[in-house]
């Protein structure tokens, strides 16, 4: 039933619904066609099942994906896109939530200032994005408490001549 190229479609598509499970959002996806069919529709997905073919995807793919269809939008038409000729490019970083259990908060740790801490365990996030569109090109994620300097230079391979990056800090 969850071929692999159905499971990559439905895992985009999580995103869109970030507080629903894989499941759910599967069924928001075939619905129609569950609801439309002649026959009796199959047994949806088991939890389990998502997370076997989860593990059989692995990661390289979903980068790969990521790497091929992350590039700059902006044409020379685009406002705000360019700048002396060279495309305006931003390299910014932010921490992201991710689900509290006690594997991410391991893993990924939380921000602790004096005697309060975050409320949910937090990756870092490091981005390489273009100016004039948002448009995110690449990203870098660590554990939270990496340091954001560091993980911008894995953003540089990403850069290309005729670029202008700004950078904060």
Known sequence: KLTMVLVV?????????????????FLKLSSAERWLAEEEP???????????????????????????????LASEDTPGAFAFGLRLMAIDGTLEDVNDTPANAEYFGRICEGQTSSPYPQLRCVYLVEA??????????????????????????????????????
């Open 9 to 25: 479609w439905v895992l985009i598509c999580w995103h869109l619904y970030l507080r629903h499970s894989l499941g759910a959002v």
């Open 42 to 72: 199959e047994s949806l997905p088991t939890r389990a099942a998502w997370t076997y073919r989860r593990k059989q995807l692995g990661v390289r793919l979903l980068r790969a994906l990521v790497e091929a269809s992350c590039v700059p």
């Open 132 to 169: 004039g569109t948002h448009a995110i090109v690449k990203v870098i994620a660590a554990p939270c408490k990496a340091s954001e300097a560091c993980l911008a230079r894995g953003l540089l391979p990403a850069l290309k001549p005729g670029m202008l990056v700004l950078v904060d800090r």
